[in-house]
């Protein structure tokens, strides 16, 4: 079955700290891998997708394929990265779901 | 370009009715997902049209329903409404590449639906 752990509901930081963000994943085949970001009041909207090797807003995102992990990082947390986040796994064709884990909540105090 | 459209934006109905949500895609997106979001369960999915054909579904009971058009807009459908059913709903388009590739999903706001 497929599966998304996000272990961590809660993350709080302050500014200028580093960020990590964990995310495994249990999925048949070698699934595309994303994460995406809900800001207050506002609608869910992609952040990166590990095809694509991008860094977005300052956030990188590592795939370790032999620990099925796709964590997402950033060296130094500002104010208005405060926000919802969730990992999220997709097979291709008849198995393109996007299957969303629980999310976790970063705040990133002053 | 415009976004991920979806009607109407909250909606109130009675145990027992059934509603229908529609949702407007980004122009050339022709995969469509639908999304049920609540507090406790967070994001569940729904089901997913490619092409106006069902491609995938969740674990969700028949009385939900969804189908797609041939302009790629895209409803959903719910039938006697249950208190349960309470939450919002979001779609998501994509654009899919050569070799079945997604390029991420770009969300609409919601429908928010109160089942009293």
């Known amino acids: 079955a497929q599966r998304v752990t996000q272990p961590e509901k809660l993350l709080s930081v302050f500014k200028g700290a580093p960020v990590e963000l964990k995310c495994n994943y249990s999925?048949?085949?070698?699934?595309?891998l994303f994460w995406y970001v809900q800001y207050s009041r506002q609608r869910l909207q992609l952040l990166l997708r590990?095809?694509s090797r991008e860094s977005i807003k300052g956030f990188t995102a590592d795939l370790n394929k032999g620990e099925t992990s796709f964590h997402l990082k950033k060296p130094f947390a500002q104010e208005e990265d405060s926000a919802m986040y969730y990992c999220?796994?997709?097979?291709?064709?008849?198995?393109?779901?996007?299957?969303f884990g629980k999310g976790i909540t970063l705040s990133v105090r002053p | 370009k415009a976004g991920v459209t979806q009607t109407p934006r909250y909606l109130i109905k009675t145990r027992g009715q059934q509603v229908t949500l529609s949702c407007s895609p980004i122009?050339?997106?022709?995969?469509v997902s639908w999304y049920q979001q609540t507090p406790g369960q967070g994001l569940q999915f729904l089901f997913e049209?490619?092409?106006?054909?069902?491609?995938n579904k969740g674990n969700f009971p028949g009385r939900f329903s969804g189908r797609q058009f041939s302009n790629s807009r895209s409803e959903m459908n719910v039938s006697t409404l249950e208190l349960g059913d309470s939450a919002l709903y979001l779609c998501?388009?994509?654009?899919?590449?050569?070799?079945?590739?997604?390029?991420?999903?770009?969300f609409g706001s919601g429908t928010r639906l109160t089942v009293v």
């Open positions: 998501a388009s994509s654009l899919i590449g050569a070799a079945g590739l997604n390029y991420g999903y770009t």
């Open positions: 122009s050339g997106h022709r995969s």
């Open positions: 590990h095809i």
């Open positions: 999925y048949s085949g070698s699934p595309e």
């Open positions: 049209y490619f092409s106006e054909t069902q491609r």
């Open positions: 999220a796994p997709q097979g291709a064709g008849a198995n393109s779901k996007l299957t």
